[in-house]
């Protein structure tokens, strides 16, 4: 994303580093109830982002309300798409956030086109629709409400427990289309992910909203990503996050190991080299050069060391390379009401019911 495609207007020229000369930039926030975070908000040309059809992702359409992520996980994916604001992928990713106030006026024009097919839209498949600023912006009402009325199915992935305040509202929209909603959670233990993931929901309260989500009637799917070779790949890690992850409520786990694209390798070498120096050597040899994935080997044994353990859970598990591609749809079910009490049954709607979204944050 550059920022001369996402705005409109011209306002300021005298901002920040990184934002200079930059058009649509409606105003730069910072709030003591946000210490050490600044927002940037601004009015975007387009809320649905369509993913190339190239892409190995199962849909075929976004939406993302926030760049950068107050999560500040050190293995997150996302953090090189910064680059393309001129802002780093470190501290500024984590900081620097950019909020498009105006992504429900935007989406709600995009969705009465009648081009519009209506195909399932994706939240989180970047940055984290739920993160902190949500709680300020509140933007993702609004989205769930016109995507519901227009008759567009919605997938979901998220590790914040702000969720919990739209429940009321996604039960609502599963009355009309199919919901798929999706928790990632990759830490078990609590110390290494206050360090990893210093900006997130503790574990703990991610499986409470996991639990809430089930007791709505939400299938819901925990994404076991990225697992850290020597770090969480354990069987004693592994079975303490299955077994955990089966106490929540939640039906499915997608599991996989670290990926390390270019722009976050920088980052998480650093924090690497910080937190476990003994380890560097070890995951160099892993991700040599610009190789992002673990090596097809690691993989494969990781899968044989998950698989067992998941089947003494009885959860339903998929490892990230098998990952259905595009053509099918994300969830293959939906969420109904069937008591005047407001509890609700999940009805398939097609075979081998499965998640939504095999990208974190």
């Known amino acids: 994303m550059r920022w001369q495609g996402q705005k409109l207007g011209d306002v300021d020229e005298a901002a920040l580093p990184g934002l200079e000369a930059r058009s649509g930039v409606l105003r730069t926030v910072k709030t003591p109830a946000f210490e050490g975070m600044t927002f940037h908000e601004v009015l975007s040309k387009s809320a649905l982002n369509h993913v190339p059809g190239a892409s190995r992702m199962p849909f075929a359409w976004t939406i993302n309300p926030y760049r950068g992520c107050s999560h500040a996980c050190v293995y997150c994916f996302a953090r090189g798409t910064h680059e393309y604001l001129d802002l780093d992928g470190g501290a500024d990713f984590d900081s620097q956030i950019v909020v ?64 919990r305040r739209d429940i009321p509202l996604l039960v609502k929209a599963a009355e009309r289309v199919p919901v798929d909603v999706q928790m990632s959670i990759a830490m078990y233990d609590d110390a290494l992910q206050k360090a990893i993931e210093p900006g997130a929901p503790t574990t703990q309260a991610r499986l409470d909203t996991v639990r809430a989500l089930a007791d709505a009637g939400f299938p819901v799917t925990v994404f076991l990503m990225p697992i850290l070779p020597h770090l969480t790949d354990s069987v004693e890690a592994i079975d303490t996050a299955l077994r955990r992850i089966k106490d929540s409520g939640a039906r499915t786990v997608i599991y996989g190991a670290l990926h390390l694209r270019p722009g976050v390798k920088p980052w998480f070498f650093e924090w690497l080299e910080r937190n476990r120096p003994d380890l560097v050597s070890s995951y160099r040899g892993l991700y040599p050069g610009a190789s992002a994935e673990a090596p097809k080997a690691y993989r494969q044994w990781l899968a044989r060391r998950v698989r067992p353990l998941i089947r003494l859970y009885g959860l339903d598990a998929r490892h990230e390379d098998d990952y259905p591609r595009r053509g099918m749809r994300p969830g293959q079910g939906h969420v109904q009401p069937n008591t005047p009490g407001g509890a609700v049954s999940f009805t398939p709607t097609g075979p081998a019911a499965t998640p939504a979204q095999p990208m974190l944050f």
């Open 100 to 163: 498009k106030v105006n992504v429900v006026e935007v989406l709600e024009r995009e969705l009465r086109r009648g081009s519009w097919n209506h195909e399932t839209v994706a939240l989180g498949t970047n940055t984290d629709p739920y993160q902190r600023a949500e709680g300020r912006y509140a933007l993702m009402p609004g989205i769930i409400q016109a995507l519901a009325a227009s008759g567009t199915p919605i997938s979901i992935l998220t590790k914040g427990t702000l969720i």
